[in-house]
């Protein structure tokens, strides 16, 4: 059973508008969270991360939320741009057991000039 | 700096064959992990060494073998390929609870 979820395995987006991906989870433990990027044939990438006692982490275009009582956290990338486009992970982990990070299927995202 | 290398690049293996999967940093990590991804699977850790001398069992660790020979190096050993290891394999390293730094990944292909 996959504690974390990306239910939407591609999403497409113009160039200039926002982009939100989803990511749910079923484990209460989880205390933070991660989004990495991955290009084809690279490794991911580090993006924005979000602390359990949070409910928002801003880094310039990228704005993660996370909603504990829905175990719902979303991405949103605005303005979105075609060098976004990539394939998104969401990772979950607890602080007490913090090597073993959960990670998400992922989500294509394109953006379309 | 280089960051977290990774070889071989690509490799085509025999069922029954082994290999082992090379990882390097050099960012002095305490920390280094090994996954495997896998279409519509996400990333998926197969072992983890939290400081030299130490490894641990993932969440998929049958069939692999781990070698965390210093700081710097943690290797991964298939003893006896099996096309269920057909995958993308990732090494990647951490310092504390900070994101981690992620290699650019081995194809490997069991025939």
């Known amino acids: 059973d996959q504690q974390v979820k990306q239910n939407s395995p591609s999403l497409s987006v113009q160039e200039g508008r926002i982009s939100i991906l989803n990511c749910d989870y079923t484990n209460s433990m989880f205390d933070y969270f991660l989004w990495y990027k991955k290009y084809p044939a690279e490794g991911p990438t580090f993006l924005i991360s979000?602390?359990?006692?949070?409910d928002k982490n801003e880094d310039g275009r990228f704005t993660v939320f996370l909603n504990k009582s829905a175990k719902h956290l979303s991405l949103h990338i605005v303005p979105s741009q075609p060098g976004d486009s990539a394939v998104y992970f969401c990772?979950?982990?607890?602080?007490?057991?913090?090597?073993?990070?959960?990670f998400g299927p992922g989500t294509s995202l394109s953006v379309i000039p | 700096n280089a960051g977290v290398t990774q070889t071989p690049k690509f490799q085509v293996l025999k069922t029954g064959q082994s290999m082992t999967l090379q990882c390097a940093q050099d960012?002095?990590?305490?920390?280094m992990y090994w996954y495997r991804q896998d279409p519509g699977m996400g990333l998926r850790l197969i072992y983890y060494s939290a400081s030299e001398g130490t490894t641990d069992k993932g969440e998929v660790p049958n069939g692999y073998n781990v070698s965390r020979l210093n700081k710097r190096e943690f290797s991964l050993r298939l003893e006896s390929a099996a096309p269920s290891q057909t995958s993308v394999y990732f090494c990647?390293?951490?310092?504390?609870?900070?994101?981690?730094?992620f290699g650019p990944g081995t194809r490997l292909t069991v025939l």
């Open positions: 979000i602390s359990s006692i949070k």
């Open positions: 960012m002095n990590h305490n920390s």
């Open positions: 990772a979950a982990g607890t602080k007490t057991s913090y090597d073993k990070v959960i």
């Open positions: 990647a390293s951490r310092l504390g609870y900070n994101e981690q730094f």
